[in-house]
């Protein structure tokens, strides 16, 4: 290799040194949006997630994945999981889902449920700016409830593929089995969700934000059993669509999480179900 050497004068390295530390001070400016890859996107057994910030997030708070409460474990209805140990292993995918950047591991289940919604947060033993040193950047989850129309797409990990879907609408409530998910968002048809894609983050493709978590499908046609989720409105009514998927909305999350990734289900505007429900039947 040919050695390319330069020669900088004594202004020149003054001038380059005021312009470095005016940039330093600067703030980062937010990354513009070209399109939905796998981006901060992970698998894990069995189920897909991804590594997520609040807007608010610094690049020295620990990192969380997101992904569902059933990935967990099959939980209660009623229960509610916080601070538990967990060293489970995370495989982060680069931005193409082709290649792997490496393995994250957990130190804990911060947040889970599988009552009125169906989401998990990991802590991880990193911080976000390692996570990015590795290659890769956290998605934002947006603080706002998505509409109805949107242009969206889920983003398995577990399947390194990446659907594209609208946002039919919301379900009043969503009930499998002994779970009960209230104002689930409904993907239009087709929108081929399968096993292995629970816990994808469901972005939005005008703005690159998580907007919920993707957490089931009506597998063949059945009515309320798991694997088959029905719909039930406002007085009662029961519709069953075969074929049609689901997930959790995630802005209820955005307020319950602070400083250094810290999970406070006291804080305003919290919507994420608190420890000591009482148990919903279906």
């Given at each position: ?75 209660a209805a009623g229960e509610v999981i916080t ?200």
């Amino acid at each position: 290799m040919r050695e390319i050497r330069v020669w900088f004068d004594a202004e020149m390295i003054k001038r380059s040194l005021v312009v470095a530390l005016l940039l330093a001070l600067s703030p980062v400016p937010a990354q513009a949006v070209t399109g939905v890859d796998f981006t901060g996107t992970v698998a894990l057994s069995g189920c897909s997630g991804a590594v997520v910030r609040t807007p608010a997030a610094k690049p020295t708070d620990t990192a969380l994945v997101m992904s569902n409460g059933h990935c967990v474990k099959l939980m209660a209805a009623g229960e509610v999981i916080t601070g538990q140990a967990s060293d489970r292993t995370f495989t982060l995918l680069d931005s193409t889902g082709k290649s792997t950047l490496g393995t994250l591991r957990a130190k804990s289940v911060a947040y889970a449920t599988m009552t009125t919604t169906d989401v998990a947060f990991y802590r991880l033993d990193q911080t976000y700016a390692q996570v990015e040193a590795l290659g890769t950047r956290a998605l934002e989850l947006s603080p706002r409830r998505p509409a109805a129309g949107a242009d969206i797409r889920v983003v398995s990990g577990y399947w390194k593929r990446l659907y594209s879907c609208e946002l039919d609408g919301f379900a009043h409530e969503l009930r499998e089995g002994a779970w009960t998910w209230r104002d689930s968002i409904r993907y239009t048809a087709p929108c081929d969700t399968i096993g292995g894609t629970s816990g994808s983050p469901i972005v939005d493709a005008a703005s690159g934000k998580v907007v919920g978590v993707n957490n089931t499908v009506n597998e063949n046609g059945k009515r309320c059993t798991q694997n088959n989720p029905c719909e039930v409105d406002e007085v009662g009514a029961v519709t069953v669509r075969q074929g049609i998927g689901y997930g959790q909305q995630t802005h209820l999350a955005v307020a319950c999480i602070g400083a250094d990734s810290a999970f406070t289900l006291s804080a305003p505007g919290c919507a994420l179900p608190k420890p000591a429900l009482v148990p919903i039947g279906v």
